[in-house]
C-alpha cells in the first residue's frame, strides 16, 4: 500500500506570494490532517479534514485554509507568504473509526517551504 | 489546552547502550503516539499506544493512562536510531483529531 504522498518537496517563495501543497493520503484513509513544524514552535496542528469537511482547526490566522476533495485527497493553502512561514509542512492520514479511541496517523515526507 | 513535556531534551549515548525517553501530559487523553523523525524530516510512527504495554524489536512502549505519561524504550541502541523521538497527544477520539506534539528528545548514537 502506498504511503501518504505530499508534493512538492521543496519550494521556495517570495514574501506576498501564495503556495499551494498537495497531499495524497493512504488509500481507504478519509481523515487527512495538516502539520506545520519550524525550530521555533515545534509541531503545531493547523487543520483536519474528513469527507470534504473541516472537522478541527487549529490556531492560525485565515492566511491559512485547506480543502479536502471526493477522493480524500487534499491541499492547503498559504497567502501572502511572510518569513516566519518557512516550515516544514507535514500531511497525515488515517482511518476513521468509531469508537472512544482515536486511530493511528501516518505522515508523508513532508514540503520543505522557504520564504525569502 | 493540554500540555506535553519531554524528557531528556537532548541524549547521546553509545552504540549498544539502551535508553528510556518519558512524555508527560497534563490531561487525560484518549490517543497516544511515539515517533521518530529521520533526518529527512519524516515522522515514522513507532506505536499508537494510549495505554498498556507494546513491544517491537529493540522498541518498546508503556503508557500509564492514570498516571498521565508514557515510556518509550530502546534496547541495544544503533546508530540508525539516531533523531528525534516526538510524543503526541490527543483527546478527540472518534471527533477528529488534534495532535498535541511534545518538544521531542533528540537521540545521537555514536559509533
Known amino acids: 500500500k502506498a504511503g501518504v504522498t505530499q508534493t512538492p518537496r521543496y519550494l521556495i517563495k517570495t514574501r506576498g506570494q501564495q503556495v499551494t501543497l498537495s497531499c495524497s493520503p493512504i488509500s481507504g484513509h478519509r481523515s487527512v490532517s495538516w502539520y506545520q513544524q519550524t525550530p521555533g514552535q515545534g509541531l503545531q496542528f493547523l487543520f483536519e479534514?474528513?469527507?470534504?469537511?473541516?472537522?478541527n482547526k487549529g490556531n492560525f490566522p485565515g492566511r491559512f485554509s485547506g480543502r479536502q476533495f471526493s477522493n480524500s485527497r487534499s491541499e492547503m493553502n498559504v497567502s501572502t507568504l511572510e518569513l516566519g512561514d518557512s516550515a516544514l509542512y507535514l500531511c497525515?492520514?488515517?482511518?476513521?473509526?468509531?469508537?472512544?479511541?482515536?486511530?493511528?496517523?501516518?505522515f508523508g515526507e513532508g514540503s520543505w517551504l522557504t520564504v525569502v | 489546552g493540554i500540555q506535553v513535556e519531554q524528557s531528556p531534551p537532548d541524549l547521546i549515548l553509545q552504540e549498544g547502550a539502551n535508553s528510556t525517553l518519558r512524555c508527560n501530559f497534563s490531561d487525560s487523553v484518549n490517543n497516544l503516539q511515539w515517533f521518530h523523525q529521520n533526518p529527512w524530516g519524516q515522522l515514522i510512527n513507532l506505536f499508537y499506544i494510549p495505554s498498556g504495554t507494546k513491544q517491537n524489536g529493540r522498541l518498546s512502549a508503556t503508557t500509564v493512562a492514570t498516571e498521565r505519561y508514557s515510556l518509550l524504550y530502546i534496547s541495544s541502541s544503533q546508530t540508525t536510531d539516531s533523531g528525534v523521538y516526538f510524543c503526541a497527544v490527543d483527546r478527540r477520539g472518534n471527533y477528529g483529531q488534534n495532535f498535541v506534539f511534545g518538544p521531542g528528545t533528540r537521540l545521537s548514537v555514536l559509533p
Open positions: 479534514y474528513f469527507s470534504e469537511t473541516q472537522r
Open positions: 497525515a492520514s488515517s482511518p476513521h473509526s468509531p469508537g472512544p479511541i482515536g486511530n493511528t496517523i501516518y
